[in-house]
């Protein structure tokens, strides 16, 4: 004669809130990242009309934009090393935000685009944010 127990099923229990909080952290500063490089991207054009640049010197806007990216990378690293991650990710947000906020509104009435698009880059708090 055989038996069976039947169990109930298990349920996971939900993750704790500080776990959503550091998820929101983590896609919000992602999101940063890739607006930040759709912006460089869209304003190519304008910036090498503005500049005077011919289509093929515009390659060279992109080059200095990636080292500058590089070179911050590596900075960011550094600090996360030297201050914790957590810490070095929030101070690298509050810096860019504050750089969003440095850049005012539009100079000219025909640009409403918001001042977050014409900041620096965020890329001090990507270190933050990769695994060790």
């Known amino acids: 004669m055989s038996t069976s ?8 229990p939900a993750p704790p809130r500080r776990h959503l909080l550091a998820l929101s952290a983590i896609v919000g500063t992602q999101l940063m990242l890739l607006l930040d490089a759709t912006v460089v991207n ?3 054009p304008g910036i090498g009309s503005d500049l005077g640049f011919s289509s093929t010197s515009m390659s060279w806007i992109l ?3 990636i080292l500058a990216f ?3 990378l590596l900075l960011g690293s550094r600090i996360g090393d030297l201050i914790g991650r957590r810490r070095a990710l929030i ?4 810096a860019f935000t504050a750089a969003s ?3 005012g509104p539009p100079t000219r009435p025909c640009c409403s ?3 977050a698009l014409r900041a620096p880059p965020p890329h001090w708090p990507l270190p933050a944010l990769l695994p060790c």
């Not at 101070?91 to 509050?94: D, H, K, P, R, Y």
């Open 5 to 12: 127990l039947r169990t109930a099923p298990v349920i996971a």
């Open 42 to 44: 869209v304003a190519l």
């Open 63 to 65: 080059n200095v934009y």
């Open 70 to 72: 590089g070179g911050l």
């Open 91 to 94: 101070i690298g947000v509050l």
């Open 101 to 103: 906020v440095a850049g």
């Open 113 to 115: 685009s918001p001042a």
